[in-house]
């Protein structure tokens, strides 16, 4: 049977990197000796977003690709630890236009795809254009780690929209509509899974 909740564990210790990255110390790898640049993560460093991505508008205007790569890369690491995955987003996909090889980014957009889905896990319209993204980014990443945790992410995601399939299968079935159980029944099937597999903890 499978345990929603088990498969999280073998992702979390991905989720220190996302956070850990966003702190203070851990933005090193993204400094420059540019004024501009600077001002963009001395405003991280203060939690002053909006200020740091109206600083980032700037620095486009004037620096170089590779400043302007790890500007976007900071400021989305940044809302990636506030839950801001629309903002992460962006910042990514900012990046990634200047390298589209960058495997950390690549990562880096599946798993805010992942952690979005997980916060709208309620909402099925959400969670099927979240899996459709994340099926098609899976082949992204290039190390074996990355595959393996994109791979899992997927998993997990296909895992809440099952367990969110049975509760109102079920829920029909009290109700005496077995059509209308089946169907939510054939939608666990759809997505790999028997219904009676599904558990949670």
Not at 25 to 51: A, C, G, M, R
Request: charged residues 20%.
């Amino acid at each position: 049977m499978i345990n929603i909740f088990k498969i999280t564990t073998f992702i979390a210790f991905s989720v220190f990197i996302i956070t850990s990255c966003a702190k203070n110390n851990n933005l090193e790898p993204y400094k420059s000796n540019k004024n501009s640049q600077s001002s963009v993560y001395s405003l991280i460093k203060s939690n002053s977003l909006d200020l740091a991505g109206e600083s980032y508008v700037k620095l486009k205007d004037s620096e170089d690709s590779a400043s302007i790569k790890s500007a976007a890369s900071a400021l989305a690491v940044a809302h990636i630890a506030k839950s801001e995955y629309i903002l992460a987003n962006f910042y990514i996909q900012e990046a990634l236009a200047i390298d589209p090889s960058d495997s950390f980014l690549k990562y880096l957009l599946i798993k805010n795809q992942f952690l979005s889905a997980n916060l709208h896990n309620r909402d099925q319209s959400y969670m099927q254009k979240a899996l459709s993204a994340l099926k098609s980014n899976q082949y992204l990443v290039d190390s074996s780690d990355s595959k393996i945790l994109a791979n899992t992410m997927l998993l997990r995601v296909k895992l809440d929209m099952a367990w969110s399939n049975k509760e109102v299968s079920n829920l029909y079935k009290r109700l005496n509509k077995p059509d209308a159980s089946n169907l939510y029944t054939q939608k666990i099937e759809s997505l790999g899974f028997k219904i009676e597999d599904i558990v949670k903890y």
